[in-house]
């Protein structure tokens, strides 16, 4: 008699289109061959950006900042939780960021749980306040160590998580996010729209992700504005986010002529920056581009820079905790930091971006030497193409089977 599959019930806040939720269909998508995958998202008001044909439970439980109706709606949330484990039978629950993790424990069973950490905890700008010191300090520690297996997307977040936030280290893993290397690369050979082709007859800076506090774009604008005229690029910006109209005032503030999609607007060369929204094919932008930047202030592993890495293009990033580091240059450490600008093996990493005078001048100085040496394009190009491989789906689903199967 063949053995039945495992249940296994894959848990996330929502499903809208963060690298949290890319990561989180790729894993559904990978493992509904071999198990029986249950999705549960808290609510789908804001609808599902990366659908599946696997069974998709919505605990239809909103959220709110009134902190009475937090906490009755964490509780609401770890009750219906816990009848769908019991209903489907579930061996196994994989939660995805941190408010499915504290579900996840909180509606345990005899289920083995496992919480798949995505960014940095103790640099997360947004974890602040009386309520990021809970979180910090009671919330984590007290949930995560209730788990059976904690698995990061990188090894600076394990050495976090052990050495900041205390928790068991023999509960700790690390398993990186998964790039579908050879399919990012053939959708970047597709044909960008007619009337977008001249803005890729110039150098070209772009950046993909949320318009967020944690991408940092404002930073990237500034630095753009000081390089622009002697470097003759132009600043391309993919992505959509609740940023979007203080990212539009900046560039005004400073003086640079915007493209707008959202507004019906014709293309030509004579604008500065070029916001772009979301798009569904982002890598046909990033391979025609000379060089790929991510400015951000905090990630995990980042998709963005290991799909601009897929496209073949030469990326710059800052080294923000945690990600680029282990990605373009894996010979420094957790404790590392970069203060000037370090030309990895795979990649360029840079000071963080703060407020910061001379940090800005690396900046213009770095992009400005990169953009006009063509054969330092290529090589890197070739090389982050080369690194990115060595996190492709196969080798990152084998990991997890593994650990499934345990």
């Known amino acids: 008699m063949p053995l039945r599959k495992k249940n296994i019930l894959l848990l996330i ?46 605990l239809n439980i909103p959220g709110s900042s009134n902190y009475i109706l937090k906490i009755y709606y964490f509780i609401l949330r770890g009750i219906k939780l816990r009848r769908i484990k019991k209903e489907y039978k579930i061996d196994i629950c994989i939660s995805h960021l941190e408010g499915a993790d504290y579900v996840n424990i909180l509606s345990k069973r005899d289920e083995r749980t496992i919480l798949w950490i995505h960014g940095s905890k103790f640099y997360d700008g947004e974890i602040r ?26 090894r600076d977040i394990k050495e976090e998580l052990i050495n900041i936030f205390k928790l068991n280290a023999n509960k700790i893993g690390v398993i990186t996010n998964a790039f579908d290397v050879d399919n990012i690369y053939q ?12 803005v ?11 318009l967020a506090m944690q991408k940092n774009q404002k930073a990237l604008i500034k630095v ?4 622009k005229n002697r470097a003759g690029c132009k600043l391309v910006i993919l992505g959509d986010g609740v940023l ?4 539009i005032d900046e560039c005004k503030s400073l003086n640079l002529k915007i493209y707008n999609v959202w507004q019906n607007q014709a293309v030509d060369e004579s604008y500065d920056v070029y916001f772009f929204g979301y798009v569904k094919n982002p890598f046909k932008y990033i391979a025609r581009s000379s060089l790929f930047v991510m400015t ?22 800052a080294d923000c905790p945690t990600g680029p580091k282990e990605m373009l240059e894996p010979g420094l450490t957790y404790n590392d930091t970069t203060e000037n600008p370090i030309y990895g093996e795979y990649g360029i990493l840079m000071p963080l971006l703060t407020n910061n005078k001379t940090v800005y001048e690396i900046w213009v100085d770095t992009i400005d030497y990169v953009l006009s040496d063509k054969e330092l394009l290529v090589r890197y190009g070739l090389s982050a193409a080369k690194r990115i491989k060595d996190f492709g789906f196969q080798e990152t ?3 997890w089977k593994q650990l499934i199967n345990q």
Not at 22 to 38: G, T
Not at 129 to 154: E, H, M, Q, T
Not at 187 to 198: A, C, F, M, P
Not at 200 to 210: E, H, L, Q
Request: charged share 25%; with cysteine.
């Open 13 to 58: 806040t929502n499903m809208d289109f963060g690298g949290a939720q890319r990561v989180f269909f790729n894993m559904a998508e990978e493992l509904k061959n071999d198990y029986a995958i249950f999705e549960c998202v808290f609510n789908k008001y804001e609808g599902v950006s990366y659908p599946t044909s696997n069974t998709l439970l919505d």
């Open 129 to 154: 306040g009386w309520l990021g010191w809970v979180r910090k300090k009671i919330l984590i520690p007290f949930f995560y160590n209730r788990a059976d297996d904690i698995i990061c997307v990188s």
């Open 187 to 198: 959708q970047s050979g597709e044909e960008i729209e007619e009337n977008y082709k001249v």
């Open 200 to 210: 890729f007859n110039n150098k070209v800076i772009i950046t993909s992700g949320r």
């Open 224 to 227: 753009y504005s000081l390089l």
């Open 244 to 247: 979007r109209e203080r990212l």
């Open 296 to 317: 951000s202030g905090w990630e995990g592993f980042p998709m963005a820079l290991g799909e601009a890495m897929a496209c073949r293009v030469a990326v710059l990033s």
């Open 397 to 399: 689903i084998l990991k």
